[in-house]
């Protein structure tokens, strides 16, 4: 008696957290999954219920984001931008973590405790100092050479990227760093081998894993982030990210209704990520323990 | 190892470029918050006048300032108390319990924190729109008549705000905590279980305690990290709209200093919100401190 009261109680409860673990499953999916199956409407179907399925594959969506909506061009920049703040990142924080973790230097304390402080300064504080700064230096150029370039210039944008990276980054590396034994290098020094050449082909292949980590985070905060974007490239005609793009799409779309193209820029937003996410799930979620202090 | 001149220059070629980056990028416009919060600057003054704490004081009678932080205020202390605790019984659920499906879970639960918060605002909009919005649709089909509420407006914003923001976070934080449940050994289990501790039990006597640190490192994250998503969103969501209902202090900073141009006063809030954050995180850090416990 006592048994079958207990199980039954049991049974309660494992059903109680199934339902638990579907609602949330839903209420996360089903959202997502609503833009896939919007892209493809035609915008008539967006004044009927929501929840209605598309009447036709609508592709002209696309077609109308990325050309009259200038989405093609925008997430050219947003590669562009991305990937060069990536090589900027790791050609500058890879030799830095490597003599900080590893090295014994004056002044090395100091620069790691710099670094570490360096984590709790969050980008959204200092974006407008660092506009200024560049509108300062915009009118210095102006003074000397008659124009300025550090405005609406994605090379500039990659380089504040890639530094206001360089905190954590230094932090996960350094981390990876100092847990090598040190006799690989004595070895690759016997050897006969320089520093930069023990660096460059023996630390830094071991560190390939954490290296990995280091791209996938820098490669998600970069493709989404629009704060800086939307700062720094100021000029209205200009060009933009795809983030800054896409926000300045679903302003417009309050007046212009142009649903159909606002939720085809979404997918092309979010179809990258997505897909880097299915293939690394596993390795994005281990790496982000590893170094849990993104915030 | 031999300590020549080729060790040093090693050393400074390997750090100067992180070092110069980051002082250019991260240091100067740091100092430059601080600084100019203590000058007046508009975009038509060409000098800076010293100003002393005048921005300050102008900011404790500001009705639009003051609103703002309390919205911040509100947002971290529910924001945080309702991500936490779902992040926690889900972590616990998919560590302790055996699910089928768990990986599933997990992947899906992570998902919203790959994806742009300028993506999460348009899905939250296309949810929350008055006329053919998937919420109010969706009510009115279950409740037979026509539900046409203002998700967005002055009296429910702050609320629907609250719900996206928790939608973001969940899946993060449940990884986390997943990860440390995951090292507490499961002997502890076992033993507590013969001496006739149930589930509920368990995760308060065993579980919680034995992750307390991390969760201690993740009450800091909550503060800061919600102060710096509320922002994102907002800007992204409702421009701070309407009439101010939604503002928070970051947004408001960014409207004072780059929209509005009152460069001394926006850096005024933003040296005020960074000093306020740090010393809610020591608060909380003081507060919670344990004796560690050694498993």
Not at chain 1, 5 to 14: G, I, V
Not at chain 1, 111 to 122: E, K, Q, S, V, Y
Not at chain 2, 73 to 98: G, K, N, P, S
Not at chain 2, 120 to 136: C, E, H, K, R, V
Request: hydrophobic fraction near 55%; charge should be positive; include cysteine.
């Amino acid at each position: 008696m006592e048994q079958t009261k207990k199980s039954s109680a049991e049974r309660l409860y494992k059903v109680f957290i199934y339902v638990a673990l579907i609602t949330l499953a839903i209420s996360i999916f089903v959202p997502v999954a609503w833009v896939f199956m919007a892209s493809v409407k035609e915008n008539s179907e967006f004044y009927g219920n929501p929840w209605a399925m598309p009447a036709g594959f609508y592709i002209q969506n696309f077609a109308d984001a990325w050309g009259k909506a200038r989405m093609g061009e925008y997430m050219l920049n947003s590669v562009l931008v991305t990937a060069l703040a990536l090589l900027i990142l790791l050609v500058v924080a890879l030799p830095a973590a490597y003599v900080l973790s590893r090295f014994e230097f004056r002044g090395r304390k100091f620069l790691n405790a710099i670094f570490m402080g360096g984590l709790f300064i969050n980008v959204n504080y200092i974006v407008v100092p660092i506009f200024l700064m560049l509108v300062d230096g915009d009118k210095f150029l102006m003074g000397i050479a008659g124009s300025g370039f550090l405005l609406n210039n994605i090379f500039v944008l990659s380089l504040v990227y890639a530094s206001t990276a360089l905190p954590f980054t230094i932090y996960l590396l350094s981390g990876y760093f100092s847990t090598l034994a040190h006799d690989y290098e004595e070895a690759a020094y016997i050897d006969g081998a320089g520093y930069g050449k023990t660096m460059i082909g023996i630390i830094f292949p071991m560190a390939q894993p954490s290296i990995i980590t280091v791209i996938l985070f820098n490669f998600l905060s970069f493709w989404n982030e629009y704060i800086i974007a939307m700062t720094l490239l100021s000029d209205p005609k200009g060009g933009k990210t795809l983030p800054v793009g896409l926000m300045q799409l679903t302003q417009a779309q309050q007046s212009a209704a142009q649903y159909g193209q606002l939720y085809a820029g979404l997918v092309l937003v979010m179809l990258p990520t997505l897909i880097l996410y299915i293939c690394v799930q596993r390795k994005l979620t281990q790496g982000m323990t590893l170094g849990g202090l993104k915030g | 190892m031999k300590k020549g001149s080729g060790r040093s220059r090693f050393v400074f070629l390997c750090a100067a470029p992180a070092v110069l980056l980051f002082m250019i990028f991260m240091i100067i416009p740091t100092i430059n918050v601080f600084r100019m919060s203590l000058f007046r600057r508009s975009a038509y003054s060409v000098n800076e006048e010293f100003v002393g704490i005048e921005n300050f004081a102008r900011l404790m009678s500001d009705e639009n300032f003051i609103r703002s932080m309390q919205n911040t205020i509100l947002l971290i202390v529910v924001v945080t108390i309702v991500t936490f605790a779902f992040a926690l019984v889900f972590a616990a659920i998919l560590t302790r319990e055996e699910i089928k499906g768990q990986n599933f879970f997990r992947i899906i639960f992570y998902i919203p924190n790959i994806l742009s918060v300028v993506v999460i605002s348009a899905i939250f909009s296309a949810i929350y729109d008055t006329n053919n919005g998937m919420l109010n649709s969706l009510l009115s089909l279950l409740s037979g008549k026509t539900v046409a509420i203002l998700w967005k407006g002055e009296t429910v914003v702050m609320t629907s705000l609250i719900v996206a923001m928790i939608w973001q976070a969940i899946g993060y934080y449940m990884v986390m905590y997943m990860a440390s449940m995951a090292s507490v050994p499961q002997s502890l289990y076992e033993s507590a279980g013969l001496d006739g501790a149930g589930r509920i039990t368990q995760f308060f006597q065993i579980t919680l305690p034995l992750i307390w640190t991390n969760i201690r490192t993740t009450l800091t994250f909550f503060i800061i990290s919600t102060i710096n998503m509320a922002f994102l969103f907002v800007k992204a969501m409702t421009s701070g709209g309407p009439n101010g209902a939604s503002e928070v202090a970051l947004s408001y900073m960014y409207k004072q200093a780059y929209t509005n141009s009152s460069y001394g006063y926006g850096m005024a809030i933003g040296a005020l919100v960074f000093l306020f954050s740090f010393g809610l995180s020591a608060l909380v850090n003081m507060v919670t401190r344990r004796e560690p416990l050694e498993f």
